[in-house]
């Protein structure tokens, strides 16, 4: 009887065998791998009862399929850590071994793009789909280069080539339908897109593409419809939120933008100014996305409200002109005057006075009492933006207080034609009937009573 532990009794004949089975597969590996060098000297009979005629050399095929795609996976792999000039030999040394595999061509074009060389991007591409017509990712790739070229015709036959081969994928339809939008034909992209989005029930992108088209042919409510739609699937993802509130003013529905975009500018870690790192500024708020809630605060009369939001975008973002635009309208409006004039001061100086701006410092101007001043400023606004109805009413008012009834009824005329809705340039012309009649009268009665003082 053994006195080893039962756990032990075996261990020696196990041993052994895991030996033996070691050696076997070293002593096959050692015969295998000269037979798929090629290398001579091999009993060519073992070959062809293994391979069948002509053995060895689709030994060395199979064998070069292996080692192509092991450099081909290598040159990937430094692809993705940024590693390009290691890229670069390992995919040379797979294209030597495998001229004929369309991926390490597919592999090329992505190299080439990372290097910038965008004509040594198109010849691999292009071998990639001679190679092999029917790879959807290989059409894809093949439109995206078409697109860095700015060929759109081009770059849209191959995306619809991707979706036409994968159907299911939802990337290949959002390019196809966003080629369409480059070439300006938003009603085929509509057209595209929507019959597809019960495919994809629970995709966001392909709904906030959806809110973007519909934006562009001034389509509110399904723009509305769509934002939300993208908002929900996509989790209430910040950029979605943001989006949403952005289609919500753009379709003035302040409040409801309001209870959309508060929560994420108040969240947010401070304001994101100039070209900072997307990584860098992911916690934090766009100025455009602030300024955007102070505009829907300022629709809605919440003048302190937008005052709160605007500070803080100018303390974080001293230059963001459009905040300083907006602050100098939120101070007429609440007729700060001092408050706006410092801030049209500033837009001056960086050259940045716009129609608005011009229609703003003079009204500034006319409650001040510089009429000149006024008039200058609004005759700007109107060379900036001629068409812009309450510049000339401006100019109507300062023409009135300057005693020209002619000039003001020519502005609130012009003010009215550009904006049939401008009720107060269509009060301004009724006054000034008024007084016209009333001075048309007087003048009657003075010379009525001319003529009878000279009656006998």
């Not at 829907?296 to 709160?308: D, H, I, P």
């Not at 410092?361 to 001040?368: D, E, F, I, S, T």
Request: glycine content about 8%; hydrophobic content about 45%.
């Amino acid at each position: 009887m053994s006195a080893l532990h039962p756990a032990f009794e075996f261990r020696p004949a196990a041993r052994m065998l895991k030996f033996a089975c070691a050696w076997k597969r070293i002593a096959f590996a050692a015969l295998l791998i000269p037979m798929l060098c090629g290398c001579e000297g091999l009993n060519s009979k073992l070959l062809n009862t293994h391979f069948g005629k002509g053995g060895r050399h689709e030994a060395k095929e199979r064998w070069d399929t292996v080692r192509g795609g092991v450099k081909l996976q290598l040159a990937r792999q430094h692809l993705k850590s940024g590693r390009l000039e290691e890229a670069q030999r390992a995919l040379e040394e797979a294209l030597s071994i495998s001229p004929n595999d369309p991926q390490a061509y597919v592999t090329a074009t992505q190299l080439k793009l990372e290097q910038g060389q965008l004509g040594e991007a198109r010849q691999a591409i292009t071998l990639a789909t001679l190679l092999k017509t029917d790879d959807p990712e290989i059409q894809f790739l093949a439109g995206l280069v078409s697109q860095r070229y700015g060929d759109l015709a081009g770059a849209y036959e191959h995306y619809s080539s991707a979706a036409q081969l994968a159907p299911q994928n939802a990337a290949f339809l959002v390019a196809q339908t966003e080629v369409l939008i480059a070439l300006d034909r938003p009603i085929d992209a509509l057209e595209l897109i929507e019959p597809r989005l019960r495919d994809f029930d629970q995709n966001a992108s392909l709904r906030q593409l959806a809110a973007r088209i519909t934006r562009i042919l001034g389509l509110r409510g399904p723009t509305i419809e769509y934002a939300r739609e993208a908002f929900r699937l996509g989790r209430e993802a910040p950029e979605l939120a943001i989006e949403l509130g952005l289609a919500l003013i753009w379709a003035e529905r302040y409040r409801e933008a309001i209870v959309v975009l508060g929560p994420q500018v108040e969240r947010g870690e401070g304001m994101a100014c100039g070209e900072a790192d997307a990584a860098a500024t992911a916690s934090r708020v766009l100025p455009s996305t602030a300024c955007a809630l102070a505009r829907a605060y300022l629709q809605t009369g919440q003048f302190e409200a937008a005052m709160k939001v605007l500070r803080r975008v100018m303390r974080d973002c001293p230059d963001d002109q459009m905040s300083w635009r907006l602050f100098a309208h939120v101070s007429v409006r609440t007729g700060d005057l001092e408050a706006a004039a410092e801030a049209l001061s500033k837009l001056r100086e960086h050259g940045e006075m716009t129609a608005e701006t011009w229609m703003l410092a003079g009204y500034v101007a006319l409650r001040r009492g510089d009429l000149f001043a006024a008039l200058d400023a609004g005759r700007r606004a109107i060379m900036e933006d001629a068409s812009l109805a309450a510049a000339h009413f401006l100019l109507g008012e300062t023409a009135a207080a300057l005693g020209d009834l002619t000039d003001a009824r020519s502005a609130y005329t012009e003010a009215l034609r550009l904006d049939p809705t401008f009720w107060a340039a269509q009060q301004r012309l009724n006054v000034l009937q008024l007084q016209a009649d009333a001075a048309a009268r007087v003048g009657e009665d003075a010379c009525g009573e001319g003529m009878d003082g000279r009656t006998p």
